[in-house]
């Protein structure tokens, strides 16, 4: 029953905490049927209260930016008003922040561009419908725009709430892409596109740092903490950006969409759940944290079933493992010819085989086999590189180079028509 009616709750209002030392995580689930700002703020002061009085201190409040949610807020002011920070209800002299969700934030800014319907407050390039006359979506799988695909630039309602689908748009890549090949195939708007697209990342890397240490393994500054020095480029950047108060990535609702994902697993994967499968599957959260599931071992001692993966096989009639079918491929000229629009990608990927043989091979005279210096004068195929490089990615030589492009013909024969059914049929395709 929902809470302040007689009737079936059909949906249910979850408070979780992020504690720098308590473990504990959700503190209250209120199933309702209807409710409005008042009663949800009467609900949230409470709560906060009574986490005062057993020790929690609540800094701030975080929420996505639905009206419901910013009344609930507005009412801790008097007179009702929207606000970033309020007196604590606790003690007046403390002050209760009031957050939106920067993941929201994030999934909002590409939702309306894909859905252009407000007009002067939303982008207009590019056309999400004319996404055949963009060679970023060609089909092909060494493609300039890593990741860009077409459930990204057209999701279904369900889809958009997908963050890693906007992560997809946002992303060094595609803004490579757009200045690489704009000119060439007279993009409307691309330059100003990929600046956009660039201020958006950049500040999605700076609000989404969970760590210390994320900038100094990507060897990107802005991913790392913020400091008061004054050669700081983050503080650069949002100084030019922001105009009031910045959070960082720490406090985000991330908590509660990985709740919900537990929910959704441990109810049968079901998007919705009911009430009762919430209650229970809750219950055995909390019981997993006191008891964790563990397989005892002679060899390995205790097993963490979390980290246990089991793999098979399901392949259909495979063919007999001692009998490695010939396929016959023959490469030609034009098959390298054909490949010519895609060196400048394929020359990137070169660079990535060759610092994971490095890292095997450990061998300076290997190193010098694989790797050009810098300062050599490079051609035109290693623009990508190029612009990506932040200090560490690595020029791979002509022969690696070479390597990675008879590879990548070969395995285009293997999924054509012609040899796909036979390659699928190999017990070992590796």
């Not at 920067?102 to 309306?112: A, G, P, Q, R, W």
């Not at 695909?149 to 803004?175: D, G, H, R, S």
């Not at 390995?300 to 079918?325: D, F, T």
């Amino acid at each position: 029953m929902a809470y302040n009616s007689e009737q079936a709750a059909t949906s249910a209002y979850v408070f979780m905490i992020q504690s720098l030392l308590s473990p504990l995580k959700v503190v209250h689930i209120m199933p309702v049927k209807e409710i409005d700002g008042e009663k949800l703020f009467a609900v949230v002061k409470k709560t906060l209260v009574e986490l005062d009085g057993i020790g929690f201190k609540v800094i701030g409040v975080v929420s996505d930016n639905n009206s419901i949610n910013r009344k609930a807020m507005s009412n801790f002011s008097v007179p009702p008003k929207l606000s970033f920070v309020y007196p604590h209800p606790s003690d007046s002299s403390n002050p209760l922040f009031f957050v939106i969700d920067s993941v929201h934030l994030f999934k909002c800014i590409c939702n309306n561009w894909i859905n252009q319907k407000n007009a002067g407050q939303c982008f207009y390039f590019p056309d999400f419908e004319d996404h055949n006359k963009f060679p970023l979506l060609e089909a092909n799988f060494s493609k300039f725009a890593s990741g860009l695909t077409l459930k990204a630039l057209c999701p279904t309602n369900l889809e958009k709430q997908n963050t890693k689908l906007v992560l997809k748009i946002f992303y060094n890549y595609v803004i490579q892409g757009l200045q690489l090949l704009g000119e060439q195939h007279k993009l409307i708007s691309y330059e100003t596109t990929s600046i956009c697209i660039s201020l958006i990342s950049t500040w999605w890397k700076i609000v989404n740092v969970k760590t210390p240490l994320k900038g100094q393994h990507l060897l990107d500054p802005y991913q790392q903490p913020i400091t008061l020095s004054p050669d700081n480029q983050t503080c650069e950047f949002l100084h030019k950006i922001l105009s009031c108060i910045f959070f960082p990535g720490k406090i985000q609702t991330d908590a509660l969409e990985s709740r919900f994902g537990k929910y959704k697993t441990l109810s049968g994967s079901q998007y919705l759940i009911s009430i009762r499968q919430l209650y229970e599957v809750e219950a055995k959260l909390r019981i997993q944290n006191f008891l964790p599931l563990t397989l005892v071992s002679n060899t390995y001692g205790q097993l963490n079933l979390k980290e246990i993966h089991l793999e098979h096989s399901c392949n259909e009639n495979p063919l007999e493992s001692s009998v490695l079918h010939n396929l016959n491929i023959t490469l030609s000229e034009k098959d390298f010819h054909d490949a010519q629009p895609y060196l400048t990608v394929l020359t990137y990927l070169a660079g990535v085989c060759a610092r994971a043989a490095l890292k095997k091979l450990k061998c300076d005279f290997c190193s010098k086999s694989l790797v050009l210096k810098k300062s050599f004068e490079l051609n035109s195929n290693y623009d990508l590189i190029r612009n990506l490089d932040r200090g560490s990615l690595l020029c791979p030589s002509p022969a690696v180079v070479t390597a990675v492009l008879y590879n990548y013909k070969i395995v285009q024969k293997l999924l054509s028509n012609d040899y796909e059914n036979m390659f699928l049929k190999q017990n070992n395709q590796r």
